[in-house]
């Protein structure tokens, strides 16, 4: 096990190390950053004074070190577009994003599992086949429109709920959080759907899928033939059994879902790190791509690291079974 | 003429008719359905300037005091302009066949260049195995552990700032790469695995032992036998492309305004939900599901043709 979490993090620490690499490269080679900071009419001594400054003379190595130094401090430098460090914008933006994706999170997985328990145990039914069908529609809906129909359905049509920004926010000392107001809530309802339903309806196909699986299996027959319970044999055995592969595909989604939010966040124009990225994107403010990508990585890293250990905690065969070497 | 001629060896045409692939279109409804819609999409939009009812891009025929009009069966509505027209006057109808060649075009041109990197650099990898493998199999890794919209967007975003005053053909350049970049692992690693199991078969020892060049074996014996599962992932690509295009171009950051796709179109007309005009952006968004619900079904039904197991 404990080989199984040294290569583990080996490997993440590679995905960084190329991440922060590809992030550099985009500082070095993307738009000159001497020319941008003196303007037009510098002369040639300010330029090499600037680049000295800059230690963009150093050699490559020494540069790179130097950027990762810096990214390791949270230090990406200022903003193209706004002027302002960039460190200073996202961590302005984070909260909104973080409160977004877990609300959306919470939602796929409180009634995605469930349903598709239920989709699993009463199949056939007319609910369970409106459940599948609902969730293959589910699938191949583009979040946008998902968002759009959304906001025609109950903002325009009904006007029950906002559908523009966070709405009132309270701030806890820099962390500012829409969850202790009811304007907040209500502004998060809609966005906190449109970003579920996707990982919502993958939930539900994949428990019902594996539930369908498990109950097939000897053990299940076994504990029917003690004489348990339906609901023992269900959510004791059956359910547990399942949950591996949720439990991967959940941790994998948690990264896609920072990713849809970018897409959330434009049609509702939620002011999080998505929108702050889309605009770095249009208007090729580099510095704010950059250390979007590296945060981005870092919560994927952390995630699948997370998602790794947690196999442990479900799976009791993991732990005395050698890891299978590589694919 | 000639009618007592003995009949010549089937054609190509002929002996796909009397298939198995065939066989199994026909009997499933579903793949039926899917194809007419799929062909009735692609026809309108491939022949959008003669099927189109008007040209919505000839500023001489667009008429302003038309503009906003709602679709021909809700009232104030006018036949000419069956679906509404949008705040400049322009018929939606025919709005939506051009956009549907631009989503089209860009969706089936990024996944051939993905199918081509893919499957050469699969066959590459597969074959030289070693270091080389070792190399683009770690790649594909990294590009794997990211979603596929965020690499795209990356890759558009370098592109606008390597070239910031690109030139329209060139943003569709730039279009076309970031989508296939983000494509190209899943060919890839499936060829690679076809290529691992078809490089120890006898026609290629036997090819090899005869002294065919390694390219040559490459290309002539092992691609046409690891191509069957490339086509099915292709078909479905295409519905993943279209939608990546759509996303990105109503995230603003797609294809040239010049040009609208099905994706622009929709951002256009968000803006003016909320003053009544739904039409403006719920059409071209109907358009898209129809496209990616109809070529998803047909690749999900290839997959099933084509799987020799199911049978």
């Not at chain 1, 429109?145 to 109950?154: E, H, K, P, T």
């Not at chain 2, 129809?290 to 020799?308: C, F, H, Q, T, Y």
């Amino acid at each position: 096990m404990l080989a199984f979490i040294l290569r583990r993090l080996a490997q993440a620490f590679v995905v960084m190390l190329s991440v922060a690499f590809i992030a550099f490269m985009l500082f070095q080679y993307v738009g000159d950053p001497v020319a941008s900071m003196l303007g037009q009419d510098a002369t040639a001594e300010q330029r090499m004074q600037l680049r000295a400054d800059l230690g963009l003379d150093q050699p490559f190595p020494v540069q790179f070190a130097h950027f990762v130094g810096n990214a390791l401090q949270g230090d990406f430098g200022l903003s193209l577009r706004q002027g302002r460090s960039v460190s200073a914008l996202i961590v302005e933006r984070l909260p909104a994003t973080l409160e977004l994706s877990i609300v959306a999170a919470l939602i796929a997985l409180l009634v995605g599992i469930p349903l598709g328990v239920y989709a699993a145990l009463r199949r056939g039914t007319f609910g369970s086949q409106l459940a599948m069908t609902v969730s293959l529609i589910g699938v191949s809906l583009p979040t946008f429109l998902i968002g759009i129909l959304l906001i025609l359905v109950f903002s325009v049509t009904l006007k029950w709920l906002p559908s523009f920004g966070r709405g009132d926010v309270v701030n806890l000392g820099g962390w500012t959080t829409g969850f202790l107001s009811f304007d907040g809530w209500r502004h998060l309802v809609l966005p906190a759907i449109t970003l579920s339903v996707f990982q919502l309806a993958l939930i539900l196909r994949l428990v019902r899928a594996e539930m369908l699986e498990v109950l097939r299996t000897d053990y299940i027959k076994f504990a029917r033939a003690r004489g348990l319970p339906n609901r023992a044999v269900y959510f004791g055995h059956a359910l547990k059994n399942t949950l591996v592969p949720v439990i991967t595909i959940t941790g994998l989604q948690l990264g896609a879902l920072i990713a849809f939010a970018i897409i959330t966040e434009t049609v509702f124009q939620w002011p999080g790190m998505g929108l702050l990225f889309i605009q770095a994107v249009q208007f090729a403010d580099v510095p704010v791509m950059a250390a979007y990508l590296c945060l981005v990585a870092l919560i994927f890293v952390i995630v699948n690291l997370v998602v790794d250990l947690l196999y442990f905690a479900v799976d009791p065969r993991l732990r005395i079974e050698k890891p299978a070497g590589g694919h | 003429m000639n009618t007592t001629a003995v009949p010549a060896a089937p054609g190509a045409l002929a002996r796909f008719f009397d298939g198995d692939v065939w066989h199994s279109f026909k009997s499933s409804p579903m793949a039926i359905t899917a194809a007419v819609i799929a062909a009735v999409c692609v026809f309108c939009a491939v022949f959008a300037n003669w099927v189109a009812p008007h040209n919505p891009f000839d500023l001489a025929a667009v008429n302003l005091s038309d503009s906003r009009l709602p679709p021909a069966w809700i009232e104030g509505g006018s036949g000419t302009y069956l679906l509404g027209t949008d705040d400049q006057g322009r018929d939606i109808l025919s709005a939506i066949m051009y956009g549907a060649r631009i989503s089209l075009f860009v969706g089936v041109a990024s996944v051939l260049v993905s199918m081509v990197v893919g499957v050469g650099l699969g066959l590459l990898s597969g074959f030289a195995g070693g270091k080389i493998d070792a190399l683009i199999m770690r790649v594909c890794d990294v590009m794997l552990s990211f979603p596929s919209l965020l690499v795209a967007l990356l890759i558009d975003g370098v592109g606008r700032a390597i070239f910031p005053n690109a030139h329209d053909t060139l943003a569709f350049g730039v279009l076309i790469v970031a989508i296939s970049l983000t494509g190209w692992v899943q060919y890839a690693r499936t060829v690679r695995g076809s290529t691992l199991v078809e490089r120890n078969r006898e026609y290629v020892q036997a090819a090899r032992v005869i002294g065919v060049k390694p390219s040559r074996i490459m290309f002539k014996h092992v691609l046409p036998n690891v191509m069957g599962p490339v086509l099915v992932l292709a078909t479905i690509h295409v519905a993943a492309a279209i939608l990546t295009e759509a996303t990105l171009s109503f995230l603003g950051v797609g294809v040239p305004p010049t040009s609208p796709s099905l994706g622009t179109l929709i951002r256009i007309g968000n803006d003016f939900l909320f003053s009544g005009e739904w039409w403006i952006t719920i059409f071209p968004g109907m358009m898209l599901i129809l496209i990616a619900l109809s070529v998803n079904l047909l690749g999900d039904w290839l997959r099933d043709a084509l799987n020799p197991r199911l049978r």
